[in-house]
């Protein structure tokens, strides 16, 4: 019976009659079936998902994909239903800071570890970036790169700025990299950071940077005098010593990270951020319902590093990292690289973010990097307008502009108009972020993924590609938090065809305040007497 048939006879009541996919004509499990015969053939996708379960249309998926070069790992994808115990394979890799002075090699030493330049270097002091981390290894051991070469320091106040640095560093990571120059030896600002780095009890690992041979060794015996402990030294121009650094720091770094890893359990963990006096310090006092944190016109206020759990509309959230919020930074020029590095500390403690947007002043480029940080993490995303109270009707046509050219990207997330100083609608930030933590969260099973993917690609078929169609073979969501989902196809999906499947999904399954990763794996049609 057609499909037409099958709807003809429910309409006059016979009832639903069974589907045969035989009926089609085709054998769907033929390796060599692509699909092509059906081309301008109308399939009730309704009345296919209707008639066949999940446990049979991943089994027909399944068979039907045995012609193509796909192995055990690839056809195991297929099997996913615990996304809990498939998380714990995913990696959390400890956190390794440089710090030190300006100019002694820090960002020479980043690109020497990570093998390749990344890192901007200048013979100029405390020369800025806006990328401050970076995925690294040494031996099969992976971690994650935190160059503060990024710093520049305030000239009249250099031995503050630098500890300062120091005392960030060490706070946000695993292991400490102090590297020093050892042709001029240990200044009174590096005394200063050694205080510090004497107080914690995570690895310190002194670094004797720019002994280009063994002539000049005996300048970095004299850095024993530091008094931690024994100084490595290297060349990061040449590479001279540093295989023994990284050998001697995987010995300490833990398995995974102490500092990067989201609490498990317990309130919802929330990162509020945004730029310098666009009221945060201001919404964590109204939320908290008592006064916190003095807060003023100047950006930043002092306060020791603190997780705090605040009430809202009846429920309990956990703010990150809340020191980002409150702690002044003595810097200028570098005050833009604490920000960012703050930022990031405070996404990898988080599940969802809160970007406070101030609505009297245009959405500027800091506010779109603070976005795009949130986007890289893969944490969900609120996106909340501050002082709508102070909002007048031509301001409002400019920002209603503004968000529809510069905020296209993620208009996907919730937004809510608050009032940080009056309090005003500050309880519709909780039902937006349990629609984010939702989504993010969400759990699509494969086979119903798979029909959705054949219900879109049989409506809208990928474009031709240099006169061959490549073809979805089939598709999983390997994690969720943020929901990933894995693409295995014939040939290269152009970037604007991937959009397009992501809208969809966004159609179907809403996603409302969650990021969603798409990635593609191509595979061949296996030669027929392999088969």
Partial sequence: MSFENQEAAGAAGEGPAEFDPAELGYDLRDPDFDGSELEGVEIDFEALNAAVSDEERTEMLRQSLAGFELDDEDLALLDITDFDSAAEHFENPPVVAIVGRPNVGKSALVNRILGRREAVVEDVPGVTRDRVSYPASWLDRKFTLVDTGGWEPDAKGIDRSVAQQAEIAIELCDAVLFVVDSRVGATATDEHVVSLLRRTKKPVFLVANKVDDAVQEPEAAVLWSLGLGEPYPVSALHGRGVADLLDALIKKLPEESAVAQPK?????????????????????????????????????????????????????????????????????????????????????????????????????????????????????????????????????????????????????????????????????????????????????????????????????????RGGKQPRVLFGTQVQNRPPTFVLFTTGFLEPQYRRFIQRRLREKYSFEGSPIVLNMRIREKRPRGQR
């Fill in 264 to 464: 498990l359990g317990g309130p919802r963990r929330v990162a509020l951020l945004g730029r310098p006096n666009v009221g945060k310090s201001s919404l964590l006092n109204k939320a908290a319902g008592e006064e916190r944190v003095v807060v003023n016109e100047l950006a930043g206020t002092t306060r020791d590093p603190v997780d705090e759990q605040v009430e809202i509309a009846g429920r309990v959230w956990t703010f990150v990292d809340t020191a980002g919020i409150r702690r002044r930074v003595h810097l200028q020029k570098g005050a833009d690289f604490y920000a960012t590095l703050r930022t990031a500390t405070a996404l990898e403690k988080a599940e969802v973010a809160v970007v406070l947007l101030d609505v009297t002043q245009p959405i500027s480029d800091q506010d779109l990097r603070i976005i795009d940080l949130v986007l890289e993490s893969g944490r969900a995303l609120v996106l909340a307008f501050n002082k709508w109270d102070l909002l007048d009707e031509d301001r409002r046509r400019y920002l209603e502009r503004e968000i529809e050219q510069d905020l296209d990207h993620v208009s996907w997330a919730p937004r809510v108009n608050i009032s940080a100083r009056t309090g005003r609608h500050l309880e519709k930030l909780v039902p937006a972020l349990e629609t984010a933590l939702e989504s993010w969260d969400t759990r699509i099973p494969t086979a119903k993924f798979n029909a959705f993917l054949a219900e879109l690609v049989q409506e809208h078929p990928h474009p031709l």
